[in-house]
Structures are given as C-alpha cells and as structure tokens.
C-alpha cells in the first residue's frame, strides 16, 4: 500500500512536470512564433498633404510615392541606363522604331487577388489616355487608345504613330490597375459605360499590384499602408510590414518625432540647419546622393511686367546666388533647365550671377518705364510650410529691391498653388520649388516645363513659349539616334536659358534623413522612387 502509494504520488509529479515542460516547451514555441511574426512597423513623417492613389492623375512628389508603393510599374527605372523589367518581363521594338511589343510577367496578382494580364495592360493605358491627366501628356498624340492591344493573355502591343526615342523612359510612370476592380468600384461619370473610371475609388483606396495596399486613409493626415503577402516578388526578413505615413506641417515636430525616435526617416524638405543638426544626432544619418533636380522659380511669362525678356534678365542678374547656395539650398547653382546626371544635359547654356550693374541696364531695355515697373507689385508665391522655401521669398524681395523692384510675398499650401497654376492669370509672378527627373531624359524638363504641353500644371508655372524651342524639342522626340537627339535637346536649352525663361537656382543632392538602422535605401534617379519601402531592411541592433 505504502509503495503504492508512493507511486501514486509520484505520477502526479511526474505528470505534472510533463505538462508544465511540455507547456514550457509549446509556450517556447509560441513565444517563438510570436517572436518571428511580429511585424516591422515603419513610420514615414512629410509635411506634403497631398495625396491620391490614382496612376492616371499624379505628378508630385506625394502623389507618386503612394502610387509606386501600390502599383506596379510596366518597366522599373535605373539611374543613367535603360528601364528594366517589372510587369513587363521582356520585350521588343521594331525596326521602324513605331511597334513596342511587351510580354508581361505571369503569376502577378492584383490586391483584390484577380490575376494581372495584358487585358489590365491595355484598360491601364486607355484609361490615362481618355482621362488625359497626369502623365497622359508623354504619349498625346503618340497612339490613340485603340492602338493598345492584348494579342493574347500575356502580349500586350503598342503601335505609335511616329517613332517616339524616349517612350522606354517615359513607362516607368506607366502603373497597372485592375480592370475589374475599377469596373467593380466605378461611379456615374462622363465616360460611357466606364462611368468615372474609379475616380473617386482611387482618392482613398488602391487598385494594384504592387507591395503595399491601402488599409486606411485620413485625406491631408495621414495613410496606413500593409504588406501584400501575395506580391509577386516575395517577401524576406526585416522587411518592413506596415508603414505609417504621417503628414506634420511643422517641421520642428518633424525634427522631434526624429530625434525621439518616433519617426523612421522624413521628408528631404528641412532647412539645410536642420538636416545638419540630425545628421549629426546619435541613431540618425542623412543619406546624400547625388540628384537629378533643379531648384529653381518660375516667372510666369505671360504676366507684366514679366512678358518682357528684358525685366527676366534683369531680374535674373539681380538675384544673389551664392547666398542661395551656400545658406538656404547648399549645392552647386544650377546649370540650365536640365540636370546634371540626366540624359540629354547640356552644360553650352547661359548661366547667370549677380550682377546689379547689368540687371539695371535690362531694366533700361525695357518696354515698362521704371515708374510703371515701381508700380507693379511682383507677387511671390511659396509653399507655406517649406521653410527654405520662405526664406528665398525673403532674399528676391531683398535681391531685386536693390534694382528698384517690389516683391509680394504670400504663403500658399501645395494644392492650392497648384490650382493656381493652372491659368496664366492666376499663376503668380514669381513661384518656388524643386522639380525632379519625371524619367530618365531630358526630355520632361523642356518639353513639360518649356513648351505649351506642360501649361495648366506646376512644372509648366513659367508659361514660356517659343516656337524654336517647342519644334527642337519636338524634332529631339522624334529622333533615334542619342547623340542628334542630345543635340537638339541642348540647342533648346540654350535658347530657353537666353530667353531667361526661369530662374534656375540649384542643383541640390538628395538628403534623406532616416534611423540608421534603416538599410537597403537606393534612388533610381526619378521622382520619389527613394521612397520605395520595399526595398528597406530594418536592422536594428545591428
């Protein structure tokens, strides 16, 4: 009885210990499990509020980080080279240069978990063309919709009326949406059985393919991006699994969140005083590359006094670049329209200083008398949170005050200038920003920027018009051959700087700043493609 007892009451223990272990271990395992699962959450922090998922109707910065974080593009930009393959896997162009062929990648599947074939293809490109917004204006006049066409599930062709040089350049603004989906979310609107073509879907959700879908979004606030465990890339460790996008106009909070850590990495918009000051932080580096942007203000050339070379170039000799170079956007001052480390970049271009003496004998030349030209109040327009920005205002109201000219300076946020913009009358005289390389040629900035093709939008805020410049360019488009094409691009250039058609300034590097634990960045070389999350690593610790 005793010994059995005994082990009566052993069992117990002995059970009870093989449990508690086999708890232990199965808790191990979850804690594990749990452990491996846990997500990497990422917090982006800009003071940019526009925002849009829609791939047909995008041109700033914001704008297109949210679309290529969601959508895939046909063919993925590489900085100085050729595009390579995304959606489309492969590709060929006929001999006369007017037939793109395009075999697209199987297996792609959309967020809505429909397969993406050429049928997406084609709904994609008729959709930009009959919306004709956004990009739409690189393949007017190229192809009507109908020359777009899916000769089978997976073979999507493009016949172009002329060759086109630059057309493998311009797709990477090229994003696909699910046609289903757009059918699906459509609301009445002006396109036949098209209805609006999910434009009012596509303010606040997504219909792509690309890493990242659309979870929630608070318009001007703030977007919730999650991981697509189905993207076709695939997924690895430390990659980040859902990102916070926060929009914070005050850019000291923007510096604090930072510091704190409670942002990952933010906006390349601080003040050269504030990029110094976290580069120089414990946990934070700001990453440099070099940039193919130019900083510059517009002058809205169809506005007087501004509708007389003259008063540009005087203007242009008055303004104090160094100042803007070394204390309010350091880097080299600008050379021309074009970028350097953009294809096509001409350095045969007019390249202004100060110099008051001729800014004044300008002014002499003109056809507004100096008491007509004291009476006319140039307005300068900045973007009101952008404190680099309020400073330039300052230093032209400072510059052409010593020529006799009085600037108006008024604060604007994004949106509301770039409804300005879109008529010559409201257009400001004067307007700041930084433009970046839309895709790899120079081609966005002269034929965009310096021909009536980019009037109503913000790149075309200089309402310049010259009938050489806009035959040049035209002829460059149309041209194979690199070299000729160069040619032509640069002629325009020289003649769009003669005419001092805008204010060149800079041509700044990129700085990013972000936690060093935050690897894996790259910049391509075309706007706001450094905002790809999908290619970060999150390493910390490490």
């Known amino acids: 009885m005793k010994r059995t007892s005994k082990i009566s009451a052993i069992v117990p223990l002995v ?11 199965v808790g191990g395992l979850v804690i594990g499990r ?3 699962q846990k997500e990497v959450v990422f917090t982006y922090v800009t003071n ?6 829609d791939p047909a109707d995008y041109s700033d910065m914001t704008t297109s980080a949210n679309i290529f974080n969601t959508h895939d593009p046909l063919v993925y930009p590489v900085k100085g080279k050729a595009p390579e393959p995304c959606v489309a896997e492969s590709w060929k162009i006929s001999e006369d240069g007017t037939t793109y062929t395009f075999y697209i990648r199987k297996a792609i599947k959309f967020h809505d978990g429909t397969d993406l074939t050429a049928e997406d293809v084609v709904f994609s490109m008729r959709r930009m063309l009959r919306l004709n917004l956004g990009f739409a204006w690189l393949w007017a006049g190229l ?9 089978d599930e997976y073979t999507v062709v493009f016949h172009l009326k002329k060759p086109f040089a630059p057309f ?4 990477v603004q090229f994003h696909i949406v699910s046609k289903d989906l757009i059918m699906k979310e459509k609301k009445p609107g002006e396109f036949g059985k098209f209805g609006d073509y999910g434009r009012e879907y596509l303010q606040t959700h997504d219909a792509g393919s690309g890493p990242y879908m659309v979870e929630s979004v608070t318009l001007g606030d703030r977007i919730h991006f999650v991981k697509f465990e189905d993207y076709w890339k695939g997924w690895e460790e430390n990659q980040i699994d859902e990102i916070h996008w926060l929009v914070i106009p005050e850019i000291a ?8 850590g409670t942002a990952d990495m933010c906006t390349e918009g601080l003040p050269p005083e504030m990029m110094e000051d976290l580069d120089k932080a414990p946990g934070i580096k700001v990453v440099e590359k070099p940039s193919v942007k130019v900083f510059l203000t517009h002058m809205n050339n169809k506005k007087p006094p501004l509708d007389d070379v003259n008063v540009r170039k005087a203007i242009s000799y008055a303004i104090d670049y160094e100042a803007v170079n070394t204390t309010i956007f350091p880097g080299p001052q600008a050379v021309g329209p074009v970028p350097p480390g953009v294809p096509g970049h001409s350095r045969n271009v007019v390249v202004y200083s100060r110099d008051l003496e001729k800014a004044k004998q300008f002014l002499e030349k003109s056809k507004y008398s100096m008491e007509e030209l004291k009476q006319m109040k140039l307005t300068f327009v900045y973007v009101s949170y952008v404190e680099m920005f309020r400073k330039l205002a300052l230093l032209f109201n400072n510059s052409l005050a010593d020529i006799g000219l009085t600037v108006d300076i008024q604060s604007e946020v994004w949106g509301r200038l770039c409804d300005m913009a ?3 009358e409201t257009t400001p005289h004067l307007a700041c920003m930084w433009v970046s390389a839309k895709y790899p040629t120079a081609d966005y900035h002269t034929v965009m920027m310096y021909t009536p093709r980019g009037w109503k939008a913000y790149p075309g805020m200089s309402w310049y018009e010259n009938p050489e410049v806009t035959e040049l360019v035209q002829q460059a488009r149309l041209t194979v051959d690199p070299e000729e094409r160069y040619r032509l691009y640069g002629k325009a250039q020289r003649i769009i700087t003669e005419d001092s058609a805008t204010v060149w300034l800079t041509n700044p590097p990129l700085r990013r700043p972000m936690q060093t634990y935050v690897k ?12 790809d999350f999908y290619s970060l690593r999150i390493k910390k610790g490490r």
Do not use: W
Not at 15 to 25: F, N, S
Not at 168 to 171: S, V
């Open 422 to 424: 879109t008529k010559p």
């Open 48 to 53: 940019q509020e526009t925002m849009s998922f």
């Open 253 to 260: 909070t923007i510096k604090t969140m930072m510091l704190k």
């Open 143 to 151: 192809f009507e919709p109908e020359d777009v066409e899916a000769t």
């Open 34 to 36: 749990a452990a491996q």
């Open 168 to 171: 493998m350049a311009t797709l």
């Open 520 to 531: 894996g960045f790259r910049y391509p070389g075309v706007l706001s493609y450094d905002l």
């Open 15 to 25: 059970c009870g210990l093989a449990v508690g272990l086999v708890i232990l271990l």
